[in-house]
């Protein structure tokens, strides 16, 4: 078991997802974001490093329109040393990486355009993961998509574009259940057809269930992920008091999360905190998994 949290450590004082206006892109202005995000990236890393926080979603702001059709720098090889140092960090540490693009890459999507947009975003986010030399435990986790009025119909074609990615992308990503639309058994359903694993969110099953307890349906995603792909990955949250339904809580409860750990073992997981405060909350949740026999320490 790892704990981590996504994209922005609000500690240190810099970004890894900096980026500017497409009306004034240049391959300098990129080349220059990007040295500098992957800078803080390594700044980030290190310091949850110290607070044995191994688990981090990279940000999809790492390389600033990276899979639109005005960016033809050749960011890989411009920066491939500092990409391998990252991922020798990360490897020689045991830490785990995921990413998560944004709601607009839609696999399913009735648009042929817009499924060949997110096909392109889901390359870039594969290419990232490539370039740090990572093994297929590290993910790119995607939404099912949409209904479109025929949730059936919607996932099968979810299968058929699935079926159809380059194999870059085919060994990283991975579905998880949402908060309204698909449930956990939706997406064991597209598993059962795609061998696709099925990322757990805890929250989105609070809210959107399926007929089945957290431990179950915690432990039914696992058995989806095999050997290659590392353990089950779980996003976890609580709802925040009073606000609307789906809306994330500003810190981690400590109970609730305690709770949760002795609710799903012995399911052994990887857990992405999706709380507002970010590292300050990974760290308290470090300080609760730790006494778990599943919580690993760093490597190295």
Not at 10 to 26: D, Q, V
Not at 193 to 217: K, M, Q, R, W, Y
């Amino acid at each position: 078991m790892k704990i981590g949290y996504p994209c922005i450590n609000r500690s240190i004082g810099c970004s890894s997802g900096r980026t500017f206006r497409l009306a004034s892109y240049s391959g300098e202005r990129l080349e220059e974001t990007v040295r500098e995000n992957l800078r803080c990236l390594q700044e980030i890393l290190r310091f949850n490093l110290r607070e044995c926080i191994l688990f981090f979603r990279i940000t999809s702001d790492l390389v600033p329109f990276a899979s639109h059709p005005a960016c033809t720098a050749a960011w890989e090889e411009t920066f491939a040393g500092a990409f391998a140092d990252l991922g020798q960090f990360i490897r020689g540490h045991g830490m785990r990486i995921s990413m998560h693009p944004d709601q607009f890459v839609i696999i399913n999507a009735k648009d042929p355009g817009i499924v060949e947009r997110s096909v392109a975003e889901l390359r870039y986010h594969a290419a990232v993961l490539d370039a740090m030399h990572l093994d297929g435990t590290a993910k790119i986790q995607v939404h099912v998509g949409g209904v479109y009025g025929d949730r059936e119909a919607s996932m099968q074609r979810f299968c058929r574009e699935y079926s159809r990615l380059d194999e870059s992308i085919l060994r990283r990503l991975v579905i998880e259940n949402d908060d309204s639309r698909y449930t956990v058994a939706d997406c064991l359903r597209i598993h059962e057809e795609t061998g696709i694993p099925v990322l757990f969110d805890a929250f989105h099953h609070e809210v959107n269930p399926s007929g089945t307890g957290v431990a179950e349906a915690a432990d039914l995603c696992s058995a989806t992920w095999r050997g290659k792909d590392g353990i089950l990955m779980t996003d976890y949250s609580t709802p925040f008091p009073g606000g609307r339904k789906g809306r994330h809580a500003e810190s981690l409860d400590a109970a609730h999360f305690s709770g949760f750990l002795a609710e799903t073992a012995p399911t052994d997981m990887d857990i992405m905190l999706e709380i507002k405060d970010k590292e300050a909350s990974a760290r308290l949740a470090v300080g609760i998994a730790c006494r778990d026999g599943r919580f690993r320490p760093p490597a190295g």
